[in-house]
Structure formats: structure tokens, C-alpha cells
């Protein structure tokens, strides 16, 4: 994929992984347009990076999803790469009835339903746009899981699946199909864990995971896994218990602080 003259949207893109992305598609003579819901964060976005486009929209909301969409379509009809980013993650006690139905589900409701509804929606106009692309944003953790944050992996899992049964479907059409499966990478996402989490685990720039990104973009590598990433899906195929048993030292520590 070309990295220069693109109409590009990034959903999540006011923080993180998503606004560095942003920052780096400006500069590189891109038109770029955000979103998100938190109104602070807009406004650091329209500080900071000169150009970019912000829209307050709720993936997860699909009475959003279609203004997004018509906003688009009317004002940026050349819009030919997506960016499916916008997620949370949330620690959660199988064992206790702590979250209310919503809170419980709501990975599912971002990742999964987010993704799938942005891509229902805007895949009409990739089509008619040149070197157009949808990317999906998974993780390390869609390959094994890591059991304090069950529901994330889980939303994480299916939109990997999701993915390649898109590459499939749209393998007639112009869109590419891409899988960013980024490892722990350092953003406010990472505040779910304490320090103990952290002990081991090496966690990546968000400068690094994007650069590497963009090298995958441009060799049209579709299923991109920096850093660790590309070690945990390794691990998940050839030592599947091994990893998984790895990855669930954290249980102990949360089952004893709740
Ligand atoms: N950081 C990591 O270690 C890591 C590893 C693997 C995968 N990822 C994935 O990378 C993506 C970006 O995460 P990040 O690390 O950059 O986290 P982040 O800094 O917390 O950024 C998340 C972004 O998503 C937005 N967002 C959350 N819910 C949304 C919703 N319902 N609708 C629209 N926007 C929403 C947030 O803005 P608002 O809160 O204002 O809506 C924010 O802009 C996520 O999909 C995450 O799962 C991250």
C-alpha cells in the first residue's frame, strides 16, 4: 500500500497507537481524519497535530456509525483506507458477579461489532476509491490468551478470524484486507495492569509498533506482527500450553486483591 496521498480513517485515533498513526500519516501528506468520544482528548488532538480531522463517534453505537458514514461519504468521498482501532481492555474476575451486563460485554461491543460495522458500512466507498485498504486492529493477544482480561481476548480472537474471512470475500475487489496485531505496546491502554503485570514483559515504544506498521503497510504484508507478536503467534502453534500457563501467572495476583 502506498503511504502518501490517501484519505484515511482511524477510529480511536485521539490517543495512543491510533494518534500516533495519525501523526505519522500527516506527515507523511496524507488527509486524516479521528475519532473518538472523549471530548479533552479532541482537543489535544487539534493542538497537537495540525490538519488532522476529529469527529466524536461511538464505534460501538451503530446509530453513529451511520452519521459517521454519511459525514463522510458527503464530505471526504475519497476516503480509501480504514482503520478499525478503537478498543479498551478491562480486567475481569470470572469468578464474581462484579460488572453490569454492558461493562462486561462492552470489548465485544467496541472490537468486534465496532469493526464489523464500520467495515458493513464503509466498504461501499472503499470499492469505488483507488489503492483503497480496511485495516483491523487485533493484538499479540487474539493467539493466546491472557486470562485476567478474558473478554478482550476473546473480542481480539474473533476479529482475527473475522479478518481472514474478509481477506476472502473481498479477494475480487481492490481492497486490501490488513491485520495489525500489535504486542504490549506503551499507551494508556497498559494503566489496567500494576507494576507486577508488567515484571517480564517487555513492553514496546508506541513509536517503534507503529514504525513498524507502516513497514508492513508498504510491503503489503497483510497480517503485521511487531515485536513479540510475531513470537507469541509462533509460541500459540508449536507450545500452546506452555504460553497460555506463561500468560496466566497474573490470576493468582488477581484472584488474591479481589
Ligand atoms: N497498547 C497495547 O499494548 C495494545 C496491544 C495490542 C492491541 N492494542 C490495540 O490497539 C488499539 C488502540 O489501543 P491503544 O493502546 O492505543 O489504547 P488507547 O491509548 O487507550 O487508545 C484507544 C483509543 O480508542 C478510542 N475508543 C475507545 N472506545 C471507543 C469507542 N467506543 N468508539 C470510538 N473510539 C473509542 C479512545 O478514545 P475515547 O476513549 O475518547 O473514545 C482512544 O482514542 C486497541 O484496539 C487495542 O486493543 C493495544
Given at each position: 500500500?502506498?503511504?502518501?496521498?490517501?484519505?484515511?480513517?482511524?477510529?480511536?485515533?485521539?490517543?495512543g497507537i491510533g494518534y500516533e498513526m495519525a501523526k505519522e500519516f500527516i506527515k507523511n501528506k496524507n488527509t486524516v481524519i479521528v475519532t473518538g468520544r472523549n471530548e479533552q482528548k479532541f482537543q489535544k488532538v487539534k493542538n497537537d497535530l495540525k490538519g488532522v480531522v476529529a469527529i466524536k463517534s461511538d464505534v460501538s453505537n451503530p446509530d453513529d456509525v451511520k452519521a459517521l458514514y454519511e459525514h463522510i461519504a458527503k464530505d471526504y468521498p475519497?476516503?480509501?483506507?480504514?482503520?478499525?482501532?478503537?478498543g479498551v481492555m478491562t480486567e475481569i474476575n470470572l469468578q464474581k458477579h462484579q460488572l453490569s451486563a454492558t461493562d462486561l460485554t462492552k470489548e465485544i461491543d467496541i472490537s468486534v461489532k465496532g469493526t464489523i460495522w464500520m467495515n458493513d458500512a464503509f466498504i461501499p466507498l472503499?470499492?469505488?476509491?483507488?489503492?483503497?485498504?480496511?485495516?483491523?486492529?487485533?493484538s499479540a493477544l487474539a493467539f493466546v490468551p491472557?486470562?485476567?482480561?478474558?473478554v478482550y481476548c476473546a473480542a481480539k480472537a474473533a476479529l482475527h478470524s473475522y479478518t481472514l474471512s474478509l481477506r476472502e470475500q473481498l479477494r475480487n475487489t481492490d481492497v486490501k484486507v490488513f491485520e495489525l496485531a500489535p504486542p504490549a505496546t506503551e499507551t494508556e491502554l497498559l494503566t489496567v495492569f500494576n507494576e507486577e503485570d508488567k515484571k517480564g514483559l517487555s513492553v514496546m515504544s508506541v513509536q517503534?509498533?507503529?514504525a513498524s506498521f507502516?513497514?508492513?503497510?508498504?510491503?503489503?504484508?497483510?497480517?503485521i506482527c511487531p515485536g513479540q507478536s510475531s513470537m507469541l503467534?509462533?509460541?500459540s502453534r508449536f507450545f500452546p500450553s506452555f504460553i497460555l500457563k506463561q500468560l496466566s501467572k497474573s490470576v493468582t495476583r488477581m484472584q488474591a486483591a479481589n
Open positions: 500500500m502506498k503511504l502518501s496521498g490517501n484519505t484515511i480513517l482511524i477510529t480511536g485515533g485521539t490517543s475519497s476516503l480509501n483506507v480504514l482503520i478499525n482501532n478503537a472503499l470499492k469505488k476509491n483507488r489503492n483503497a485498504a480496511t485495516v483491523t486492529v487485533s491472557l486470562a485476567i482480561t478474558p517503534a509498533m507503529v507502516f513497514k508492513g503497510l508498504s510491503n503489503d504484508k497483510f497480517e503467534r509462533f509460541m
